[in-house]
């Protein structure tokens, strides 16, 4: 009787012990008890990932400053995972360097010495960490090396950035605050993340990048303005006193001249004028491209304007010019850029239209006045359409071209019909000619957007 109380009292005193013990590692250890058990009993997930993408990564995708955002992906990962610490490593210009840190920073180190785990790490191509380093036996020929690495940047867990199969970074993370190990969720989460960071990274590089070329062509815009504006200058004034010499040359003014000499002459003020247009032409389209002109807006009679501008023209005997606007109501703009735009129209028309006819018409369209000019000449080649209203382009080029011209008329008419809000495009057959159509306000206006089409 008294062996079975013994044997009762110290089974009582055995599992009472058991309970104390149990429940005071369940107490110690409670936190990590209840990740365990909704992570593999209940499958809970550990991140939001709804609500990190949501948050985290659409911020990050909207920085467009470099320096900002490396700092912004640091504190994104560290506040996910939590960890206190975190480094981005990026290749630049060939070389890997520390670009920010967060936390406690990376100790100095020579890149050299960690040259092969970065090798790895862009063939492995996920996140790896420390304790898959020391137990797995998957990582022993990279250990070394890999623990070296950890060492020297204080981390517990290496993302890779990986962008188009190339290692552009490695964004490596510190301990975790709650004591848990990197397991393959979270480094699952990091990969993710990782990729996610390359393409913010990549956007932010672009961005910077085009800001940087816009502001070398500003400056070249600048430049060039500067330069057609002197060229202008420097050229205008001797030009003009050849072409005033020679016409009082032509005239008798220093002395009888012969047929010949007249000839001669006659080809130097030609030249001369041509010479001079276009290089006024040139000073247009510098001033169209700057963008910084306001219009003189006024009522203009478009049939009077255009029969004027005609007159400058001498189409061959066999091209006969036909002008069919008549009932047309007045249109509004700017006189001065309206007549440079049905100059360089016209002009362009007569020039490629060694034979046939050349019509001008127009209609109404809305508020818009649609005037088309029609040729019978020689057409443009479907693959010389695409840059035809492009600065300096010509269907033909060459030092042999059979059609003179800087190629700068049709891009100075289409900014001058859309410095008038409206539009300006065109059809053409080869060998059967082309329509150029264009609108042009009805009505007063100071508007600068173009016309949709």
Known sequence: MNTSLAISTWTIVFWASAVVFLGSFIFIKWGRCVYLINKYFFHKCEYDYKEIFKHYLQHLNSIQDKRSLYRAILQ?????????????????NGEYTIKESFGSKPASFHIGGVDNF???????GKTVCREQLVNDREFVKVKSDGLQYCVQFHAEACVPLILTGKLVGIINIGSRTNGQPYDWE???????LGGQSSAAINNASLYEDIVRRNVKLQELDRLKSQLLSNLSHEFRTPLNSVIGLAELMNDGGDGEVNEGQKNHLGMIVDSGKRLLETIQSMVDLAKLEANH??????????????????????????TDLKLSIEGVPPIYGDEQWLGKLFSHVLSNAIKYTPNGEIIVNAERSGEMLKVVVKDTGIGIEPEKQKAIFESFNQAHIGVDRPYEGAGIGLAISKKVVELHGGRIWFSS??????????TLPLKPTSLKTVELS
């Open 76 to 92: 994104a990962v560290c506040e996910i995972v939590l960890s206190e610490s975190a480094s981005l490593l990026l290749k630049d």
């Open 118 to 124: 970065i090798k790895w790490i862009k063939t492995y």
């Open 186 to 192: 979270a480094r699952e989460l990091l990969d993710i």
């Open 293 to 318: 002109l306001s219009l003189n807006v006024k009522r203009i009679n478009l049939q009077k304007m255009i029969s004027k501008v005609a007159e400058n023209y001498k189409p061959s005997e066999k």
């Open 429 to 438: 057959t080869p060998g059967k000619g082309s329509n150029f159509f264009f």
